[in-house]
């Protein structure tokens, strides 16, 4: 059986995960703000460094799979703690852990979100892709729109993903991503509890095609089948798992 590494599998889609691959068997090694095998915040430089410290020194053999799970959601202020979550601790992370991924041949999946392709500041993306966490923050906090910093972290590290796929793969490591719709996890819940956002959230729930919001078992379904040898011809691919979102508002794109 495997070892796996992963953040955010505390709660909602990443405990999912974590159930999924410990139900078949595998070793897991959680990095989370709580409850995990390695705490850490992933909003600070110093807590990714000891994460991938951490995760070298339980991994040395190799991981056979990495998931950054962790994340915050879009009501979340300052809007910088997004940015740096969701998409420096991410991709610092994959960085970090490559060579363990590597030596086994292993794969990544990233979770972005069906609103990443919803319009976000331009320059916040272009800044998290030339990695400058302090323009990118700097840029987020003066708009001062979580919802618009939520989703330049996803576009961006959606991107990054596609980016750097090719060189992966030539290192035999797989990058892909799945795009979430609306899950119901705690992310959701405050976002749903949010007094600028949850009824416009509400409203957009209520136009999920297939009828009801996700459950994060639903995700953790598509992150194993594109973890598993399964799914060893998918190379930087997007799977959107959203209940119909997105083909109901991009129908043309793709
Ligand atoms: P969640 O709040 O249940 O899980 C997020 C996890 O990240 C938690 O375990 C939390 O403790 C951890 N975390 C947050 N900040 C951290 C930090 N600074 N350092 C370390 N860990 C930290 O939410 P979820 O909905 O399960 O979200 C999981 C992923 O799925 C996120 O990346 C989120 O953006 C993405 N996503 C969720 C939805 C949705 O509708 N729920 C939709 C699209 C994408």
Known sequence: ????????????IGAA????????????????IKDADVVADLS???GREYAVEELRSRAA??????IPC?????????????TQVNYFAAVETIEGVKDLLIK???????ISSNSAPMGADPDSVEACLQHDEVKACAIVDQLGEPQNAYGGSKLALTRWMRRNSTAYAASGVRLNAVAPGIVRTPLTDKVMADKALGQVMKDFADTVPVG???????????VMFMLSD????MCGSVIFVDGGHDAMLRPDDF
């Open 44 to 46: 600070t430089r110093q």
């Open 17 to 32: 995960i974590q159930q999924q691959l410990v139900d078949e068997g595998h070793r897991v090694i959680v990095v989370d």
């Open 1 to 12: 059986m495997g070892t796996y590494a992963m953040t955010g599998g505390a709660t909602g």
């Open 70 to 82: 962790a994340g915050l959601g879009p009501s979340v202020t300052p809007a910088s703690l997004i």
């Open 230 to 233: 399964k799914a060893s011809f």
């Open 61 to 66: 053999d190799g991981l056979d799979g990495y």
């Open 104 to 110: 086994k041949g292993g794969s990544v999946v990233v």
């Open 212 to 222: 009801s919001l996700g459950e994060p078992e639903q995700i953790a379904d598509a």
